[in-house]
């Protein structure tokens, strides 16, 4: 506080902490309240709520752990979820370094806003624009002349999901490789380093908090999103927020859809918590 103090003055600082306070409390915590005390209350007809039925309860959490159809789902949900997040990692890692140490500041602005112009059309063209590419009777499968069904199973999903979100997982990864001393890679290189041994102790190491950041954000929107497995899916496949958007609008049942919203929140904490670990990163070492 006293940094910020100096740097900003107290009425810029005040201004800063109430705006994030605000931020804070009005959207983000209040309404994990407002769903937590859903979920942990009844479905009732109108005429019952408030009476001596409307009581806290955790039937709602228990119609997840009875329903193997959905803890599948949620199974499945996640090794997806973890997938996509590998395949970002690897194929983002050359490029962030590529872009970070080889090629000059003015190259990598370029290539940086050529990899953003994506971002200029809505998500839901650019999903749709890839049912159009691997349907059955697509661009796709067109031009090469296949009868492939590229949308069976979850092939689709893992596909429009890892181009959706690739860019979080760049981003974070070369800021932390480009704040990198060059010194040290030349360093390791005069003292005979292969090319893998100055990745692995060097550049990785540097770069954990980037790809801890980049693997946090990526799974969590993967896990959560709800565009792309709507748009991407097959018939044998089915992502858990669709399980909760059945809850909430198709059953109008509010509470149960709360409760499944709030496992889904807690295993993204989980699984913030265990990157950190696995890492060895603290959620302020995101910030370098």
């Not at 959706?164 to 800021?175: D, G, K, Q, R, V």
Request: hydrophobic content about 55%.
């Amino acid at each position: 506080m006293q940094r910020l103090i100096q740097r900003y003055g107290k009425s810029l600082t005040a201004i800063l902490v109430a705006l994030t306070a605000f931020w804070l409390l009005i959207l983000v915590v209040l309404p994990e309240i407002i769903m937590v005390n859903y979920s942990l209350r009844p479905f009732l007809p109108v005429a019952d709520i408030g009476g001596p039925k409307d009581g806290y309860t955790l039937v709602n959490y228990a119609t997840f752990f009875v329903s193997w159809i959905h803890i599948k789902v949620f199974l499945i949900t996640v090794l997806v979820s973890c997938l996509v997040t590998a395949v970002c990692l690897a194929a983002s890692y050359p490029v962030a370094y590529f872009m970070a140490k080889t090629i000059s500041a003015k190259a990598a602005a370029t290539l940086f806003m050529l990899a953003l112009v994506p971002l200029l059309v809505s998500e839901l063209l650019r999903t749709f624009a890839w049912k159009v590419i691997l349907d059955y009777k697509g661009v796709l499968n067109s031009l090469t002349g296949l009868e492939v069904r590229w949308l069976s199973g979850y092939n689709g999903i893992a596909v429009g999901l890892v181009y959706t979100y690739i860019l979080f997982m760049l981003l974070p990864l070369y800021s932390s490789i480009q704040s990198l001393d060059a010194h040290q890679i030349e360093a390791a290189r005069d003292l005979g380093a292969s090319r893998w041994q100055m990745h692995r102790r060097i550049v990785i190491p540097h770069a954990k908090p980037g790809i801890a950041a980049g693997c946090v954000m990526v799974f969590m929107l993967s896990a959560g999103s709800i565009l792309v497995p709507n748009l991407l899916e097959s018939p044998n496949s089915r992502w858990f927020t669709q399980v909760i958007q059945q809850w909430f609008f198709e059953s109008q049942d509010w509470h149960t859809g709360s409760a499944y919203a709030f496992l889904l929140l807690v295993l993204c904490l989980g699984f913030v918590a265990a990157l950190l670990r696995l890492f060895r990163v603290r959620l302020a070492d995101f910030g370098r």
